[in-house]
């Protein structure tokens, strides 16, 4: 109240300016999630295979809503919902944040084009929506755990993965599966190096170190993704594209957990920050960069949301002042801060627990 009749203080600015001010504190998360996208798109841009461009399904986990709609492998998706010819990026962004909504696709198999309905369910780990499909792509060997099987065996990192006792690897989420129903019998890779394949027997080691027990083979996998470069016009394009895209899924995310289709576990607070940070790190600079940029989105995003306390909350408030013609009354004002102060420390305290129930699962 000291401050009122000082030219100086917020409250003697005009509305208008109050509200640019309120503004640019999201704006400035805006400008840098796009910089650091920016920057790391002209410098390594992972390009999406074809199959991932034109939205071919590689892999459909059993029993899964994608399952129980009838798709399989190699058809590919000529519509999901108001989406035409989407990407597999597309495809798991409209999936994540689609859980107990039914989703109309559109798909082809061979000659034939059909409809068929997918609810995607929610996955108690992640909190996010899943159809239990997989885009079709090569499967390389990111990381060969010392000692385990596939070290024995002589896999290496970079080995591209053909197939397992004679099923084509099309997602690593074959590998996995062949694997756990082998229930430790040897499994039989074939792999490529410098262009030359060659067959080799893996007996997989039972491990409960990470969780429950389950036969693995030491192997970290990634998808074979063809790094390129980008113009700094083209990285820019790109890098809002992506911004645009990540803040459309935010707020879908956050309508789902209004209507309670959503689970707020995938929320992260500051020690789960802090865990990504530092796996963040140990991955390299870019991932790095990577990451601050989708911090700094969510944060902008956030502060946006129209609760008392925060930027958001200011700007709505400015607004109704613009329409009234008139200030609220401080003691309305303190009113209101308070209920946005009380429910902000609510959101920290279950932040805080979700994060702490992460680290400890059992």
């Given amino acids: 109240e000291e401050t009122v009749d000082d030219p100086r203080g917020f409250l003697a600015k005009p509305r208008w300016r109050?509200?640019?001010?309120?503004?640019?504190?999201?704006?400035?998360?805006?400008?840098?999630?796009?910089?650091?996208?920016?920057?790391?798109?002209?410098?390594?841009?992972?390009?999406?295979?074809?199959?991932?461009?034109e939205g071919i399904i590689g892999y459909v986990a059993p029993d899964s809503p994608a399952a129980k709609a009838g798709i399989k492998e190699g058809d590919k998706i000529l519509k999901l919902d108001n989406l035409t010819n989407p990407n597999w990026e597309d495809i798991v962004l409209k999936e994540v944040a689609s859980a107990g909504r039914t989703l109309n696709v559109k798909l082809q198999r061979g000659d034939k084009e059909f409809w068929t309905t997918v609810t995607p369910v929610l996955e108690d780990r992640t909190g996010l929506g899943s159809a239990g499909w997989q885009d079709l792509t090569e499967v390389l060997i990111a990381q060969v755990s010392p000692g385990m099987p596939a070290d024995k065996a002589g896999l290496q990192p970079g080995d591209l993965l053909i197939s397992a006792n004679g099923l084509p690897l099309r997602s690593q989420f074959r590998l996995h599966e062949i694997i756990r129903a082998g229930a430790g019998k040897p499994v039989e890779i074939e792999v490529e190096r410098n262009g030359e394949r060659r067959m080799t027997s893996i007996q997989p080691a039972f491990s409960d170190r990470d969780g429950p027990g389950r036969w693995m083979i030491g192997v970290i996998l990634q998808p074979r993704v063809v790094m390129t470069q980008l113009a700094f016009t083209d990285a820019f394009r790109e890098s809002v594209r992506q911004n645009v895209k990540s803040a459309t899924v935010i707020y879908q995310f956050l309508h789902g957990m209004v209507e309670r289709r959503m689970s707020p576990k995938s929320l992260e607070g500051p020690i789960g920050i802090a865990r990504l940070s530092g796996d963040a790190a140990r991955q390299g600079a870019l991932a790095f960069f990577g990451l601050m940029a989708m911090v700094s989105l969510n944060l902008a995003i956030f502060n946006l949301l129209p609760i008392p306390i925060l930027d958001g909350g200011v700007i709505v408030m400015l607004l109704v002042e613009m329409l009234m013609r008139r200030d609220l009354s401080l003691r309305v004002k303190e009113a209101v801060f308070k209920l946005g102060f009380v429910f902000l420390m609510a959101v920290m305290v279950f932040v805080l627990y979700n994060d702490i129930s992460k680290m400890f699962p059992g």
């Fill in 18 to 53: 109050r509200l640019i001010i309120a503004f640019a504190g999201p704006a400035m998360n805006i400008v840098l999630a796009v910089g650091l996208l920016t920057g790391m798109y002209m410098v390594r841009y992972p390009k999406m295979p074809p199959s991932a461009q």
